[in-house]
Every structure is written in C-alpha cells, then in structure tokens.
C-alpha cells in the first residue's frame, strides 16, 4: 500500500514501507510517519471533545463565576424504550373483580381496594416466562395460579419479580407454556384508591346541599389499566372484559357493559356486568356514585342515559339531545351501528380531562357535558355539544378500530377532532360550524401552535415513556391532526375520501391499525383522483415532520404566477429546530382562484412536490388589475404569503367588497399577515392595513382570527408612546359591531355565531376602554356584587365586566370582588374574578393582591383536611388562591400589572421557589413574551445570573425565553417606526 503526500514544491513523494529511499532530500521512516500522524489525529480529537464538553453553546457566555448566566451543558440523549411486552402470550379475557373501600366504616382498609383477576391468554411461542404490567398493585403471590385450560394442569408459578422501569410483573412457571394451547392465569391482590390526581381509580368529593359526598371513577388511558389490575397494558393486547363490582348498597355501579345481574351482601351490593367486545385495557370504566340519570332510548334501540349529581341532573338534557342525534348521525355515515346496546355519560365533579370516549360509559368533567340555558351562555353549550360528538366519533375511531401503538394516537384523536364537527352540522345547522367555529378552533389553533421547535410531528413511532405519551395528546395530534385530514378531502374528494375510510373501519374493526393501514385504504382513492403519487409519499411529510410551510405567491406576469415553498418559522432564528430526512418540504395540494374567475367550490388545485424548487402557474383569464386568492376556504394546511402588488389589491377589495372574499379566506388572511410579520417576511403595518377592513365585518370567524393575535400586538405596543394610538384603531375597528349589537343578547341559540360575535365586540370594545362600554360594564357590576345571583351578569362577559369595573375603580370594587372571590365555591366565577382583581389601576391595590395571595397560597397549602391525604376539591380549592396563577393573570392584562409582576416575582423568587421550584421557574420565562426591549433583556440576563444554579431542563427553558425576547426586538427593530408612522397618521387623518 503506498501513502502519498505532495511537496511545497508540488512534486509527490511517495512512501514504500519495503522500499530504501534516496538520499537526496529529507525523509521520514514510515514507523515515524504513523506515530507522527497518530499524534496529529489524538490532538484533534482532544481539541474537539474539549469544545464539546466545556463551550456553553452558541447563545451562552463562556464567563464564569457567580455573575455567569446558566451554563447549559449537552443536550441529554434520549433513553430508548425497551418496555414493549413480549408477544409469546396474547390474552383474550379477563374475568375481574373489584371492591372499593370509600367510607369511615371501611375503617383501616378506607381508600384501599381489593381486585380479584383471571386471565385467559392464548400462546403463541413456548415460554415458561409471563410479562404483564402492574403498577402500585400488592399481588397474593399465594393465589397465583397458572393453568392449561385444556388439561387443567397446574403450571407452577415459582417466582414472580417485578421490573420497576417498565411497570413489568414478570412470572416464571415451573413447566413451560406450549404454543398453541390456552392457559387461565389468576391471582388476587391490592392497591390503593388514588387520591392524589384523578387517574387509574380514583375518589373525588363533591358538595349537595351543603353535605360532602363521594364518587369513585378511573381514568386509564394511557397507562393507568395497570394500576386497577395486572393486565397486558398495551392497546394492541385487546381481549373481552367480564367486570364485577362489589359496593356499598347506598350507591349504584357503572361500567361498560349492562349490568346483567345484582346480589345483596350485607350492606354490599354486588354487580355483575356483561361480557364486552374486544377491545383495548384502557377502556375499562367504572364508576361508583349516588347519581341520578335521565333516559331515552334512540330510533336503534340503544338505551342512552346521562348521569350527574341529583340536584344537576336537569343540566343534562342538552347532553342527551346531543349525543342521540350524534349517534344517529355517526351511524348512519359509517354504515356500521354502534355495537353495544347501552352508553352512558356520566358528568364527574372531579376530572383531569375533558371526557374519556370508554366504550359504553363515557366520562366527562362536569363543564364539559352539563348547561343550564338560564344561568350559563351559548358559548358553553357549543363546547359541550363538541365535546359530545368527539367522544362519540371515538366509538369509531378508536375504540371498534384502536391505535397499534401511542406514536399513532392521531389515528384517533385526529379523526375525532376531525369529525366533532359534522353532526352538529346535521344536528344544529343554525350554528353553522363548519365556517364560523371549525377553521378558527381547530386549523388556526393548529397552525399557531405548529410554528416553532416547540412542536413536534404528528406520529412519533418511538415514543414509550410517559412523558412522550402525554405528548402524543396535545394540539399536535388533535387539532394539527385534524387539519391535516381536512386537507387530505380537498384532493382526495369529500366521497372518495368517505367511502375509502368507511371501507378502513370496516376492514379493521376489533382490530389495531398503524398509519400505513390507513395509507393503503386510501390507495385506491388516490388512483382515483388521478394523482401521480401514493397518498404514503404524498402526506408522510405532513405527519413525520413538525411545522407547515409558507407559500410564496409573486406574480410574474399578468398571466404567470410563481409559486415556492419554505418551513414557516415565527422566529427564523429558531436553533432547536430538529433534523429530518425530508428536510421540511412538503407535496402541497395548492389550491387558488383570481378576481376574474371566482370559482369557491371548484378551485383550480397544483401540486406544489418537494423537489421542485419554483412551480410557474400559467393563468386564464386574468389582467394586470386581477388579484389571485390561494388557500381556498383555508382547507389547507399552510399560510400564504403575496407578493407586495397582490396584497395591496386584496386590501382594496376587502374595503371595496369584503363578501366577496369566503369568510374562512378573511379569517386566513388577518392570520397569515400579523405572523408573517413576526416572522419578518412582511411588513407589520400591510397587517393594520389589512384589518382597516374590519368595520365593516359582521361574521365571526374573521373576528376570532384577528382578536387571537391581539395578544401578540398589544405585548409589543403596551409600554410604546403609540399605546394610545394603537387603542384608539382597535375602538375604532369594533366600533360599529359594538354599536349594532350593544349588551341586549338574545337567548336565542339559532343564531350562535352572532352571539359570538357580539360578545366579541363587548370585550374587545371595554379590553380597549370604549367609553359607553366602560359605563355600562360598570352599572352591571355595581349591582352585580351587591347580588351575585344577578342573572344579568353573565358568565361569558364577567370577567371583562369586573376588569373594566375593577381598573377606572378604587378599593370599594376590588375589596367587593375579593370578597366574592374568598366566598365562592364555584371555579368559573373564582377564574373570572382572580384574572379581573389584577386589572386596577392602583399600585398599592396590586401589592395587597400579590401579598394576600401569597399568604392565602400558603395555608391552603398547609390545611389539614379532615380526611388525611384525601384528594381536594379541584373546583374550589388551593388554585382559588394559587399565586403563581396570579401573577401569570395579572402580567397579561395591563401594563402597570406587567410591571407589578416582574418586581414581587424577582424580588420574592426564592419564597415561590421553595413552594415550587418548576412552578416559579416557568413563571419566569413566560415573562419572555412581553418583553421586546433591551433594556428588559438585560434585566432578564441578570435573573439568570443570580440563579445560574438553576437545574438544567430550567436552564434550557431560560436560553429560550432569551431567544423569544431577541426575536421579539427584532420586531420592534424591523416594524416599530412604520407602526408608529402609521397610527399617527391614521389619527391625524380623522381630525
């Protein structure tokens, strides 16, 4: 082998190991070349590791010392997950049976449970090994008893151990299990009653006619099957369910199934309940209470009932109109009935979620599923109806077709938001959800949230721990999924798309199904619709990669457009944005339409494919004065951005002709420009301008669209001179809404969006200190607080009626609203008024609250209650006085509360720190999105400093916030004079 090298002079000389060199010239013995380049490659890879381990990273100081700011060292891998069960053993039922101990009587065993389980398992690879899960569960090892089904024969369990990391109860049998043949596996044992969260089984209290009572439920999606029984505690692991409850007699038990059967014991009530279908552990429910239901039975036969606290049950009439006609709706679109012959819906006082969709016995938060229409707004019956319908949509989606594993939990949750919508469209076709509430709720929420390295794709398929599942639950697999599906029907077609999904559910009904599954449904239907590529190809990008692309219009000639695309970040300067082999590009189903050939329902649809890096769009018919409107109806899932010349002919036709642009456009448009601006692609004055149009809106969607970013313009102007300019155009815009509409609402739910949009205008119109609003807001609170039961006041404008109040009065408002506040056991009314008590206008008022608080914060936090370590009530509890929510209120609404805050959080870190180091941390670095000068990142800089011992996930949080506050002096560098310009001029004008 021969080593070459090259002279300064350029000649090459060559190294033979066996070859005696020249004498001319200055050689090297190759044993001293080797060692010589061994040396040179150890230094360089000395040198590497030491910038590695010791430089702090791009955007930390290399200072140390007490003054250093945070040192954030490497990035922590990520631990694999290696706790999927083995599949030697599938089991097809359990026969189970639990007995609750709720009451005094109970005595010692009180908040303890007994279960009793019998596992029959197929197997299908010889094992003498038996991994299930189980978690906090006191298995009788004296009970545990393996046996062939068909023989009888005694397996022997010799040991049982446990693998805490992965919640394993490992089994080892004296003889092995042979392929082929079925076994029982048995065993009794114990565990607690949780009552510190409200997930596994869990007791709550709740308050009737000033008594405490208590009711028992579960909760157990994700992975908390495993802390009721030992149980193969994985969706894939489906078998049937055989559940027996033993009760006490004074309340009655719920859970999937029927009850086919009750024997007294005593004072015990035993239940026994039919066999369900196949279906995952995470389903299993029950709950038991003193509840009472109403009952209907729909046009199928299935008996329907809804279940609440005896003296709310009249709050649940809505709920059981909505969820009969949602099922009806389901039914007949799916072509497959509902498979079980009773559902209940039970509204539980204490409740972590929203709803659980357990099949046969959904359980809700009381918010969520119960309204009264005298004391609560129409607003609350829309929320609940969805709600209703997504958790009926899941006895499809999710439970008859179940996720293979949590990375594809979108399979769904992303088809349940997906379909929330479309039997209220049936259902209550006056509300009109599919342009008023859809495309706001779900796509823009989704779009909002996707725009930074704070998201994350769609299906994950290595996720495990449980910190990853909770991920796959958040807006990202909700309403990003849904968005994402949305956009699949504008190309695939709302039939194609329909019949290839019903086909999917059909073909894996009781069966598990991964995304590829659904991708080979709609195969054919991709053929059908004549594209080029496989709908795997087509929309892995979407769902593998986090974020959306911006697409860039500029027209090229009257008649040629040109078309690109780029990852859309808010902050270009995002540095945690993670790899990925399709390097965030996208095949984009770019629909679009010009001035001069409307055509809404038949949009003209390009493929816009990842490889190519311009797409020319040849159009007919147009002019020069045509302007080109893409993203029709906003059934894509990405933003527009035009060329300057475009833009300026959408604004003229928005303030010439605003209708005739779709509602949902207006809606995109307000949106894509205020974050075009953060991003820094356009100029933040063409989003004023674009909203100048406003006046003249009367539908919702676009008014939600733009009050969504006010949050973000009224951060960057608050502490500005042109404060007060800024104010004055947003009076100015909802002026004539305010006007039209004022405060006479009707109750009338026909005509839901426009209840949305007048409620809009009041708290836009006294947020922004409208005179008449102000005035009026403060007649309703005066009479409001001498009598709380005033159902004048209502729930969806209280607490912007008590803020206006509470900041143009003094101590006698606040003090009247504190009061209530001590007092109150209702948790809408306590939220309301902990957010408006921070709205005065008095710095000595601020401080009683933030001392007050903190005081109150402390003995809540220290009560003993009467029953020791019993669960607190969520709805009135510590969080009525929790001072972290506090000052996370108050910093939001004014300035002089930003300020406020900023001083007692820094001056009072350590005390909050003590009550909760990662609470008090991550109130800390949500004050990055308020901050946009200098000087405040420097005073920020300086927080870190004297806290640089801060642990290292806070630290990272801190090196964001950082990043936010840079990104958002950029924007006052790149837009603040030409804003200032603008809305001096604007008033200027009017004079």
């Not at 009850?259 to 066999?275: K, L, M, Q």
């Not at 099922?327 to 204490?350: C, H, Q, S, W």
């Not at 630290?955 to 804003?979: G, Q, T």
């Amino acid at each position: 082998m021969a080593i070459g090298d090259t002279e300064a002079g350029g000649r090459a000389i060559k190294y033979l190991p066996n070859t005696k060199p020249s004498k001319r010239g200055f050689y090297v013995g190759y044993p001293v070349l080797c060692l010589i380049v061994a040396f040179i490659l150890l230094l360089f890879i000395f040198v590497i590791l030491m910038v590695y381990f010791l430089h702090p990273g791009p955007t930390c100081p290399e200072v140390t010392g007490e003054n250093a700011l945070p040192v954030l060292g490497p990035k922590e891998a990520r631990k694999e997950f290696e706790g999927r069960l083995p599949e030697n053993l599938k089991p097809t039922n359990y026969r189970m049976k639990i007995t609750p101990y709720m009451d005094e009587e109970d005595g010692d065993r009180r908040f303890v449970f007994d279960g009793e389980v019998v596992i029959t398992m197929n197997c299908t690879k010889s094992t003498n090994v038996i991994t299930l899960h189980s978690l906090k569960l006191d298995i009788d090892e004296d009970t545990a008893r393996v046996r062939e089904i068909s023989t009888g024969e005694d397996m022997g369990v010799t040991d049982i151990s446990m693998v805490e990391e992965y919640h394993f109860a490992i089994f080892t049998t004296k003889k092995e299990l042979r392929h082929g043949q079925q076994y029982y596996l048995s065993m009794n044992y114990s565990g607690f009653i949780n009552n510190s969260d409200s997930m596994a089984l869990y007791i709550g209290t709740y308050q009737i006619w000033g008594e405490t009572r208590y009711i028992l439920a579960t909760q157990l999606e994700t992975i908390y099957a495993r802390q009721l029984f030992p149980s193969f505690d994985e969706p894939a692991f489906k078998a049937t369910f055989d559940i027996v409850v033993r009760h006490r007699n004074t309340r009655s038990a719920l859970s999937n199934m029927p009850s086919i059967r009750n024997e007294t014991d005593g004072d015990w009530n035993i239940a026994y309940f039919d066999t369900t279908p196949i279906m995952p552990t995470y389903l299993v429910a029950i709950t038991v209470s003193d509840f009472h239901c109403l009952e209907a039975i729909s046009s199928k036969g299935v008996k329907f009932r809804v279940w609440a606290a005896e003296d709310r049950i009249y709050k649940a009439e809505l709920a059981l109109d909505t969820a009969i006609k949602s099922m009806k709706y389901f039914e007949d679109l799916m072509g497959i009935p509902y498979p079980l012959t009773k559902i209940d819906m039970i509204a539980l006082p204490v409740f972590r979620y929203g709803a659980m969709e357990n099949w046969g016995l959904v359980t809700y938060a009381e918010r969520a599923m119960l309204y009264d229409d005298e004391d609560q707004a129409p607003s609350d019956s829309l929320i609940s109806s969805i709600i209703i319908c997504h958790e009926l949509a899941h006895m499809w989606f999710g439970n008859l077709v179940t996720l293979g594993w949590w990375g594809d939990s979108w399979l769904n949750e992303g088809f349940a938001t997906f379909f929330e919508y479309e039997p209220l469209t049936s259902a209550f076709p006056q509300w009109n959800v599919h342009d008023n509430f859809r495309h706001g709720i779900m796509v823009l929420k989704a779009l909002e949230n996707d725009a930074s390295s704070r998201s994350h794709p769609t299906v994950q398929r290595h996720v495990g721990w449980i910190k990853e599942l909770i991920q796959q639950f958040d807006i990202t697999v909700y309403q990003r999924g849904g968005s994402i599906i949305l956009m699949m029907t504008t190309f695939l077609g709302d039939y194609g798309f329909m019949d290839a999904l019903k086909e999917y559910v059909r073909r894996y009904s009781y069966d598990n199904t991964y995304i590829d599954d659904l991708w080979g449904e709609l195969a054919e239907c991709t053929r059908n619709a004549g594209l080029d590529r496989t709908i795997k190809e087509i929309m892995d990008p979407w769902v593998f990669q986090l974020g959306f692309p911006v697409i860039n219009v500029t027209r090229t000639t009257y008649s040629t457009i040109a078309v690109t695309q780029r990852h859309f970040l808010l902050d270009p300067y995002d540095d945690e944005i993670p790899e990925s082999d399709m390097g965030y590009t996208w095949h984009i189903p770019f629909t679009f339409v010009h001035s001069d050939e409307l055509s809404f329902p038949r949009p003209s649809l390009v493929w816009l494919h990842k490889a190519a890096r311009e797409t020319v769009i040849e159009l007919t018919g147009t002019t020069s004065d045509s302007w080109i409107l893409a993203n029709l109806n906003g059934y894509g899932y990405y933003i527009i951005n035009y060329d300057i010349e475009n833009w300026n002919k959408i604004i003229s036709q928005l303030k010439t002709n605003h209708k005739k642009i779709p509602v949902n456009n207006r809606a995109s448009l307000l949106f894509d420009a205020v974050n075009l601006a953060r991003s820094g692609d356009v100029d933040a004055v063409l989003s004023f301008r674009l909203a100048e149009y406003l006046v003249s809106e009367e539908d919702w969607s676009p008014w939600y669209a733009f009050s969504r970013n006010l949050d973000f313009l009224f951060d960057m102007l608050r502490k500005t001179p042109s404060y007060g300019y800024f104010e004055e155009y947003i009076r100015d815009l909802v002026k004539p809404l305010y006007e039209k509409h004022g405060w006479d609402f009707s109750r009338d739910d026909e005509h839901l969006a426009n209840y949305h949009l007048q409620l809009n205008a009041i708290k836009l119109s006294c947020a922004y200190n409208n005179d008449n609003c102000v005035k009026k807001a403060n007649e309703m609170y005066g009479a409001w607080v001498k009598n709380v039961n005033d159902k004048r006041m209502r729930s969806d404008y209280r607490k912007s009626v008590a803020c206006a109040a509470i900041k143009r009065g003094g101590m006698t408002e606040w003090q009247a609203a504190f009061d209530i506040l001590a007092n109150t056991t209702d948790s809408e009314t306590k939220n309301h008024l902990r957010v408006a008590l921070g709205c005065t206008s008095q710095v000595w008022l601020l401080r009683t609250y933030f001392k007050r608080m903190f005081e109150l914060h402390k003995q809540e936090s220290q009560t003993e209650y009467l029953i020791p370590n019993f669960m607190r009530p969520w709805d009135f509890a510590v969080d009525r006085y929790d001072i972290f929510k506090v000052i996370d209120d108050v910093r939001k609404y004014t300035t002089l509360g930003y300020l406020e805050t900023w001083r007692y959080a820094t001056e009072n870190f350590e005390e909050l720190r003590n009550m909760s180091e990662s609470q008090a941390f991550q109130l800390m670095w949500g004050f990055a999105d308020h901050m946009n000068t200098e000087n405040e990142l420097r005073k920020f800089e300086d927080f870190g400093r004297k806290h640089n011992d801060m642990p290292q996930d806070h630290a990272r949080e801190f090196y964001r916030a950082i990043r936010k506050i840079k990104a958002n002096i950029r924007w006052m560098d790149r837009n603040y004079d030409s804003v200032e310009k603008y809305l001096e001029e604007r008033q200027v004008g009017k004079r």
